[in-house]
């Protein structure tokens, strides 16, 4: 296997220890220890289960030693892909404490993109529940082992074709001790702006960092009460300050099955909810919704808006909607996360998506050149610190595009900095869309739909929607028959992909317009595209 590195020069590494950034830690040793110092208190609370300290400890440890029974041995990948279940915290504790790498997916994530996790990371096992939100994943595991017959362990709830997760148990004295704090914890995926999804490296120390840090930005504390609204497996949900945070602080974790205001208000309500996190579309949805009045949210003390930009109309409407405090959040998951801080003034929390994490994350913003543009004028963010990754794994492309030979990382993102060091962003430098948080590659989307018969070229661009965020727009130039808007949906909702990579709108037209030598870059093309339908639309 290619061994899994992410790695520091050891000058910058001796100073991110110096400072106190990394201490150390490890996921399986603050678990232990929040067991030993609060074995009775409620960690996690979901589908009917509440789950103490010394519970979730306990179930975890169980969970490592029947991985490793399997088969399975340290330093091996798998794939999880579990929503927002009890079973999500042992399945991934289990892991940390057997040495196992976790691979992150998502629910919503289909063949197409399980098989590319498995083989991109050379992962060992599968593990998921039967059923979530209706889909039945016993299909999708027998497809990915036909696909990826490499795979050897599939484990898919109590499904007795593989391996049930109720079955897992081992010899506790054969777990291994604590890694290395150095080491890599686990593999996150990216946007995906170039297509599939890039594996993230994540090592204990750079990510304990970045939540731990983020506790005391967000007032999290052993008395506060965090809800999972968004999946678990995502990087705004499990470290801004998310679940991880809570459960670093010795918290209660709440889950909720969706993130809909039906599931999540009663649980806010019931369980007293202090603090929680959403993208945009989903914080207009909750003010609009709170103000029915049918239950009460006073326990919430502060709603972190992320994952997409929130503008200062949304933030607005949201903050007079919801009875807490806001609080932006502009991150990503190779790294560097900025926060409006609690006592920042209207302006700060409307306007801006907020200010970096750590002394040391060092950020700069230059122009298409590679030069720095003038103080609060717009430009490309680079970034490099003691949690923003120095390389993808196994994709040396990529990390030829997004690094630069000093270790900045290219996010992609273009922002202006105020006077007091608060960023701004202006969008995306990148083709892609970011639809409700998720990020959806245009490139990707616009293969697909090339692979059907009718389809003679596509382009695929963002549109801005107040929902949203951003939707995506298929032109569509046809070849014979015209095909219907509405069967190109269905046909590549059966392409095995996530369900938010769907256009949510498809144009069908007779040609592209291109330069007078008949060519023009797909870059260019998409942003005539989006002009014209922009126009047509009426939006501004």
């Known amino acids: 296997m290619i061994p899994l590195r992410q790695e520091w020069p050891s000058d910058f590494a001796a100073r991110y220890r110096a ?3 990394w201490r150390g830690e490890t996921f399986p040793g603050f678990l232990r220890q929040r067991a ?12 009917g289960q509440r789950w103490t300290y010394a519970e979730l400890h306990a179930r975890a440890e169980r969970a490592a030693a029947g991985f490793l029974a399997l088969g399975l041995r340290p330093g091996d990948r798998v794939v999880v892909q579990l929503g927002n279940i009890p079973e999500f915290f042992a399945v991934v504790f289990g892991l940390f404490r057997a040495g196992l790498v976790p691979v992150y997916a998502l629910p919503a994530h289909r063949l197409t993109e399980i098989a590319h996790f498995v083989a991109r990371a050379e992962a060992a096992a599968y593990v998921a529940a039967e059923r979530q939100e209706g889909f039945d994943y016993r299909g999708l595991a027998r497809d990915l082992r036909a696909a990826r017959p490499d795979l050897r362990v599939v484990i898919v709830g109590d499904a007795a074709e593989f391996t049930p997760f109720d079955a897992l148990d081992g010899d ?42 983020s506790n005391e930005i967000c007032g999290v504390r052993p008395e506060s009460v965090f809800l999972v609204a968004l999946p678990a497996a995502h990087n705004f949900p499990m470290s801004s300050p998310g679940h991880m945070g809570a459960l670093y602080a010795g918290a209660r974790v709440v889950l909720s099955p969706t993130p809909s205001p039906e599931a999540a208000f009663p649980l806010i309500e019931g369980e007293g909810v202090t603090i929680t996190g959403l993208v945009p579309p989903l914080a207009l949805l909750w003010a609009q919704a709170a103000a029915a009045g049918k239950h009460d949210l006073s326990s919430l003390e502060v709603l972190l808006v992320g994952g997409a930009k929130l503008t200062p109309e949304a933030a607005r409407r949201v903050r007079e909607g919801l009875p807490c405090k806001l ?7 190779e790294g560097l996360v900025n926060y409006t801080r609690l006592d920042d003034p209207d302006e700060i929390v409307l306007e801006t998506q907020g200010r970096p994490i750590c002394p040391d994350d060092e950020v700069l913003i230059v122009d298409d050149i590679g030069e720095r543009v003038p103080e609060g004028e717009p430009g490309y963010l680079l970034t490099r610190g ?39 962003v202006q969008g995306r430098a990148g083709d892609h869309i970011n639809r409700a948080g998720e990020k959806i590659s245009a490139e990707e989307v616009e293969d697909h739909l090339l692979a059907h018969p009718q389809v003679f070229d596509a382009a695929v661009v963002s549109v801005p929607d107040e929902f949203l965020g ?3 727009c298929a032109f569509i130039i046809p070849r014979g028959e015209r095909p219907r808007p509405a069967a190109l949906k269905a046909w590549m909702r059966g392409r095995a992909i996530a369900a ?18 008949g060519k023009v870059s797909r870059k260019e093309l998409r942003a005539r595209l989006r002009t014209r339908l922009m126009a047509e639309d009426g939006v501004s």
């Open 172 to 213: 506790r004295a054969a777990l291994p001790g604590d890694p290395d704090p150095s080491s890599v914890a686990f593999l996150q995926i990216s946007g995906g702006t170039t297509g599939l999804s890039k594996l993230i490296p994540r090592t204990h120390d750079d990510y304990i960092y970045s939540f731990r840090a």
């Open 36 to 47: 030993e110092e609060r074995p009775g208190a409620e960690a996690i609370i979901g589908g």
């Open 386 to 424: 003691p949690y923003t990754i120095r390389a993808y794994h196994n994709d040396e492309a990529a990390n030829a595009r997004s690094f630069t030979l000093d270790g900045f990382y290219r996010t992609g993102d273009i922002v202006r900095r105020t006077e007091r060091a608060y960023l701004v």
């Open 327 to 333: 609080q932006q959040v502009f991150g990503m998951a």
């Open 470 to 472: 951003e939707r995506s």
């Open 19 to 21: 400072a106190g950034y």
């Open 500 to 517: 938010f990579k769907v256009p949510d709108q498809i144009v069908l037209v007779d040609s592209f317009e291109t330069t007078a030598a």
